[in-house]
């Protein structure tokens, strides 16, 4: 087992945001049938585009705050769910 970890001048956060963008081309490089991994030679060829730090940092902020966001707006779903069942199930017993 494999972790990917950034370099100098390089966001860890920004490299999750950018493989996740990324999956599909990435996924293509997976070998394997019992579970997916990619050979180091195909991650150590894969080319990311790097702003700089400053952007990097400004990308990820911005990223995280609606990544938050929609973990509210779900939970939220789930808790609107949770009182309509609950009033359904008192009004039509």
Do not use: C
């Not at 180091?40 to 790097?50: A, V």
């Not at 730090?53 to 902020?61: M, P, R, S, T």
């Not at 990544?67 to 009004?91: I, M, N, P, T, W």
């Amino acid at each position: 087992m494999g972790a990917i970890r950034a370099q100098k001048g390089v966001d860890q956060s920004f490299l999750y945001f950018f493989f996740i963008k990324n999956e599909n081309n990435w996924s293509r490089l997976s070998v394997g049938s019992t579970f997916s991994a990619i050979r180091r030679n195909n991650l150590d060829n894969f080319e990311i585009p790097l702003p700089s730090l400053k952007a990097q940092k400004q990308i990820v902020a911005k990223l995280s705050a609606v990544q938050e966001y929609k973990k509210r707006l779900l939970e939220q779903k789930g808790q609107l769910k949770e009182l309509f069942d609950s009033a359904l199930h008192e009004s039509i017993a």
